[in-house]
């Protein structure tokens, strides 16, 4: 084993009441050190009150543009008749392809009411349902890191050559069936194999916001309880692993 520095981060910060304070819970009495907000959420303002108690706690931006209202009206890439974004079924390919200058339009005032909410800048980027990471969306995705100097989620393949940060592999499989404390003490997924990684998550209680808006909501449940657990901890220390966040994530040149 290798692996000396993880990000246990938790995505959908401010979707709901329930996932929002579940994702506080899994920092206080877990292992989950970071989370992604999605500040076009009515539990946005909640959740950043709750953060700003737990400074430990990095907190990034979950980039939108399939679910909710977007925060800049007008754009007509990705907006149904209604204004809301287009969930990505909508699309003839399951995903959606915005006009860049919307796009960026649209992200750069997410980042901005991220900063209004928190009072600093956000950890680092990611997004929902991962439109970020689109090919033809990682030319904003990567304007806006340059912009505001911020690392990113990607996989490692995408890193542009003059990406100016250390790497954090995201190492995928804790979802759904997968959601499982083998996950961790086991190597099935390479986990073991990075110097640095991330986990991402999605714990949660379920209200009937949860239920009605995401197709994924009971595994949530199961992954709180396995980010809570002795042995997942116990694991954690035992491997003298050191649970931080994007804030760590340091320029290469420095």
Same mark, same amino acid.
């Given at each position: 084993m290798q692996l000396k520095k993880l990000i246990v981060n938790a995505d959908d910060f401010g979707m709901t009441e329930a996932n929002t304070i579940a994702t506080i819970l899994a920092h206080e009495d877990g292992v989950l050190s970071?989370?992604?907000?999605m500040v076009n959420m009515p539990f946005a303002d909640y959740g950043a009150k709750l953060a700003k108690k737990h400074p430990n706690l990095?907190?990034?931006l979950h980039l939108v543009l399939t679910v909710g209202r977007p925060l800049v009206a007008g754009a007509?890439?990705?907006t149904d008749e209604n204004g809301n974004f287009r969930r990505p079924k909508s699309y003839p390919d399951g995903h959606p392809h915005a006009d860049l200058d919307e796009l960026y339009t649209e992200w750069k005032a997410q980042i901005e009411k991220?900063?209004?909410i928190m009072g600093h800048k956000p950890t680092h980027l990611d997004s929902h349902h991962h439109v970020h990471s689109q090919p033809d969306h990682l030319e904003v995705t990567m304007r806006l890191s340059k912009e505001y100097d911020l690392p990113v989620r990607l996989r490692p393949e995408q890193y542009p050559k003059d990406y100016p940060y250390q790497k954090a592999p995201m190492i995928r499989g804790f979802y759904d069936d997968q959601a499982a404390l083998d996950y961790f003490l086991t190597n099935q997924y390479g986990l073991w194999d990075q110097e640095i990684a991330e986990v991402m998550c999605h714990p949660a209680f379920l209200d009937e916001r949860l239920l009605q808006?995401?197709?994924y909501t009971v595994p949530r449940t199961?992954? @709180?309880a396995i980010l809570r657990s002795p042995e @997942?901890?116990?694991?954690i220390k035992e491997n003298n692993i050191e649970l931080i966040s994007f804030k760590k994530i340091k320029h290469l040149d420095e």
């Open positions: 970071s989370t992604t907000m990095g907190v990034g007509k890439s990705y991220f900063i209004e808006m995401s197709s199961r992954e @709180l @997942l901890k116990a694991w």
